[in-house]
Structure formats: structure tokens, C-alpha cells
């Protein structure tokens, strides 16, 4: 008697844990699922970022103009992808910032990625800064205009886009002021000498021009920047999470926007 109810307790078990397994096995199966779900939908969510643009192997050649003073400088040919040499698309003439020189392009990689998409890259020290020695005939803004146009001409630079930060604004602001014609496109990241035009010579230059800064440049490329969008033909670029020298802060950002930029220029 005892052996037939031992029996039936454990039948009365079994059915039990049965009836359990039962009941909780799609909550079991759910739980299981819910992470690779989650990972799928994080999956779907997450945009892969674009390519990294890409520069293949050019030659700088770096070479020196006489003159008062003598200006080094840096160039880049453009070359297809394999390497040959191409007639340019454009000419870009790329000046620096008070604390760099002709060097700070060819380190960036941004005269090889010039060249790689088609266009002559020329990197000048401009006076008092890297190998070009100083002078005492640029004084007014006139002198550093034909010192710009000297350097143009004897490169053979007929219709230019002029890439000016920071200090190089003394040269770059008056230059387009004067020579907006002599420009196929203007590239200001943060220059200084934008307070001293009016409203009516901004928007007498045609020139299309891209503006650039850094978002925690709160000084010198939130005034620039306010000057400058008087321009009638501007565009913007904004850099998020970079300072005065923005291009050195987010250089895929910012080679993404000059060459989407140039690409525009007919």
C-alpha cells in the first residue's frame, strides 16, 4: 500500500513540474530571444560611417619665388588613380595660421588629398613664417594683396581658390575685397580682419565662398562667422567639437567638406 502511494506522489511530481515547464517555456524562450533582438535592432539603428577619403601616394615638390621677400612654398600636382599626372580641375591656394606654415597642409594629408581629387594644391610660408623670411614692405593691406597676386602669377594661377585661416585673413580679407574676380571660390576658417568692411562690400562679392570653424571657437569664428555669411554666395561648415584650429581638430571632417565644396565650383 505504501509502495502505490509512493508511486502515485511521485506521478503527482512528475505531472506537476510537467505542467510548470510547461507554462513558464515561453517565458523562457522570450527572455532568451530578447538580446539578440536588442542587438538587431541597435544594429539596424546604427549608421556605418562613411569611407575614409582616401589619398594615394603624391609627390610635394616644395621650391621658392625671388622677390621681396623670397616665398617658399609646397605643391602638389593632381594625379588619376593610378598615379598619372592630370590636367587640374582647379587651382587651390592654401595659406596658414600664425602658428603653422606650408608644412601643417602636407602633414594633414590635405595637399595629397587635393591632388588625388583632381587639383593643384599650392602651400606658400608666408612671410616671417617657416622658410620665408620676413620683409618690412608689407606694411599696408595693398602690399600684402600684390604680394598674393606676385605669388599667383609667377605660379601661373589664373582663377584660384584661396583657403585662408586665422592671421592669413591680413592677407586674404583685402585681397578678396580688391580681387574677388581673380577668385574661383573663398575658403575662410576663422580669419581676422572681417570687422573692418561694411554690409554693402560683403554683398557686392560674388565669390562663392564656404565658411568655416569650430564650435567652441566662441572668439575669433563666431565674429567671423557672423561677418562673413553677409556674403551673398556662402555656405557653411560648422565643425562640432573643435576649436580655433578646427581643421587640425576634425581633419576627416573637414577634407569631407572641402572637397564636397570644390566639387561644387564650375
Known amino acids: 500500500m505504501n509502495f502505490l502511494r509512493n508511486r502515485l506522489v511521485v506521478l503527482g511530481l512528475v505531472l506537476l513540474a510537467t505542467l510548470l515547464l510547461y507554462l513558464l517555456l515561453p517565458s523562457i524562450r522570450q527572455g532568451n530571444m530578447e538580446p539578440s533582438l536588442e542587438a538587431q535592432k541597435k544594429g539596424q539603428m546604427a549608421t556605418p560611417p562613411p569611407p575614409p577619403l582616401q589619398a594615394s601616394n603624391v609627390s610635394i615638390r616644395t621650391g621658392q619665388l625671388p ?3 623670397p616665398l617658399f612654398f609646397r605643391e602638389a600636382l593632381p594625379v588619376d588613380g593610378a598615379g598619372r599626372q592630370i590636367l587640374p580641375r582647379l587651382q587651390v591656394v592654401l595659406l596658414h595660421g600664425q602658428a603653422f606654415t606650408s608644412n601643417t597642409w602636407e602633414e594633414l594629408g590635405t595637399l595629397a588629398l587635393l591632388a588625388t ?6 602651400a606658400m610660408d608666408l612671410p616671417g613664417y617657416g ?6 614692405a608689407l606694411k599696408t593691406d595693398q602690399n600684402r594683396v600684390d604680394l598674393l ?3 599667383m602669377e609667377s605660379l601661373g594661377v589664373r582663377a584660384a581658390v584661396l583657403l585662408s585661416p586665422s592671421m592669413s585673413g591680413h592677407y586674404s580679407i583685402p585681397f578678396l575685397m580688391k580681387n574677388s574676380a581673380q577668385l574661383h571660390g573663398f575658403i575662410p576658417i576663422a580669419p581676422v580682419g572681417t570687422r573692418s568692411y561694411t554690409p554693402q562690400q560683403y554683398q557686392n562679392i560674388q565669390t562663392p565662398t564656404l565658411i568655416v570653424f569650430g564650435a567652441l ?7 567671423s562667422h557672423k561677418n562673413l555669411i553677409q556674403l551673398p554666395h556662402h ?3 560648422k565643425l562640432e567639437g573643435a576649436r580655433h584650429a578646427c581643421y587640425m581638430d576634425k581633419p576627416r571632417e573637414f577634407h569631407q567638406g572641402l572637397i564636397d565644396f570644390l566639387s561644387k565650383l564650375k
Not at 622658410?131 to 618690412?136: A, F, R, T, V
Open 67 to 69: 622677390g621681396d621677400p
Open 117 to 122: 581629387n583632381g587639383y593643384q594644391a599650392l
Open 131 to 136: 622658410k620665408s623670411p620676413d620683409s618690412e
Open 149 to 151: 597676386s606676385r605669388f
Open 217 to 223: 571657437d566662441t572668439n575669433l569664428g563666431a565674429q
Open 235 to 237: 555656405f557653411v561648415l
